[in-house]
């Protein structure tokens, strides 16, 4: 580990040992909840940095606030975009740990009830896809706990084969190699909050 200011910092190498180590430990009991996953990691740890180690294994994350203990099912997604791609029938993912935790800690029971507009923009430079995490509203009263399911890349299709698509799809039901449960504070991107102009 490195030290920062005196405290030891986990390091790259050591979140791909951690992943596999979970795996290892976890992928039969199928759920992690942030409780243990906090033990398991130890302190000054970063679950966005495990999952982006997970990720480099063969895997992409779908995030939700609900729970689904079993088999996640196809079904036609809600999108405000006019993009038919974001409109298809099907269990979406993405290889970005940070959007799939992003919808993991958002109610939409609660933006809904408060008129509340929330998304994202991708900025794509250099190889490299950086989401823009926007709303109209202060999203501190719409988070809660909520789950990332990570999920074999072997069973979805990538959207598009633009070099900046983020988004994957797959046509069948599936089920999860591990559900991990991600709390608000897990999130450290900055919400830019945008005037609603209606």
Do not use: C
């Not at 006019?82 to 800690?105: E, F, H, L, R, W």
């Amino acid at each position: 580990m490195d030290k920062l200011n005196g405290i030891e910092k986990v390091k790259k190498p050591e979140y791909a040992q951690l992943a596999q180590k979970l795996f290892e430990e976890y992928k039969g009991k199928g759920f992690i909840s942030s409780e243990e996953l906090d033990k398991f990691l130890g302190e000054n740890s970063n679950k966005e940095e495990l999952l982006k180690s997970i990720e480099e294994q063969g895997f992409v994350f779908h995030g939700s606030s609900k729970f689904v203990d079993n088999t996640l099912e196809i079904r036609q997604a809600e999108d405000l975009s006019t993009d038919p791609k974001n409109k298809q029938n099907g269990i979406y993912a993405t290889n970005i740990p940070s959007v799939a935790m992003y919808m993991a800690i958002i109610s939409p029971e609660k933006t809904e009830a408060s008129s509340m507009t929330y998304g994202m923009n991708m900025k794509y430079y250099n190889g490299k896809v950086t989401p823009i995490f926007s709303a109209d509203q202060n999203m501190d009263t719409v988070l809660s706990n909520g789950y990332v399911y990570i999920l074999n890349k072997s069973n979805f299709e990538k959207l598009s084969e633009d070099p900046s698509e983020w988004q994957f799809i797959s046509k069948e039901n599936i089920k999860p190699d591990l559900i991990v449960e991600v709390l608000p504070k897990d999130f450290n991107h900055e919400i830019i909050i945008k005037e609603n102009k209606h």
